[in-house]
């Protein structure tokens, strides 16, 4: 597999970014050495295609299923605006994050099998599952609060 780094080799960063923008793109998404496990996006979503959208979608939810898929939305990352301490889960404590929504706050356990009791945040948030994410964080009650 060609990686970012190898082409670097032969041409300037410059010279590809410019000149073959699909292709730097594509090897920076794929590059080993430019893999974050902490991007959230990457987790659930493996190459670069766009997703299909099941229409009719609003504007609404595709803006709350964006936000959740990359895990950023206002009740996990209002703290930095804020100053304040991370949100925990009032449950079991741990750091509120939307991967704890999704597969382990117990609080959505009945909520959960809108999108089919995933057992990962790939088939939780994946394309697959686009029109059951905001449906799930309607009846979950984070919709409005993306
Ligand atoms: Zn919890």
Redesign the pocket.
């Known amino acids: 597999m060609l990686f970012l780094n190898d082409v670097l080799q032969v041409f300037s960063f410059n010279i590809l970014k410019v000149h073959n923008k699909k292709l730097f793109m594509v090897l920076l998404f794929f590059d080993k050495n430019n893999i974050n496990i902490t991007n959230k996006l990457r987790e659930i979503k493996l190459s670069i295609n766009p997703w299909k959208t099941p229409s009719p979608s609003s504007r609404h939810e595709e803006v709350v299923t964006t936000r959740y898929r990359i895990g950023h939305s206002r009740p996990t990352h209002l703290h930095l605006i804020t100053k304040e301490d991370r949100p925990t889960?009032e449950?079991?404590?741990?750091e509120l994050t939307i991967k704890?929504i999704i597969l382990?706050?117990?609080?959505f356990n009945s909520s959960r099998q809108i999108i089919g009791n995933p057992p990962t945040m790939q088939q939780a948030l994946g394309e697959e599952n686009s029109k059951n994410i905001y449906h799930f964080f309607t009846n979950i009650g984070l919709a409005k609060l993306m």
């Open positions: 889960c449950l079991c404590d741990k704890h382990e706050r117990p609080k």
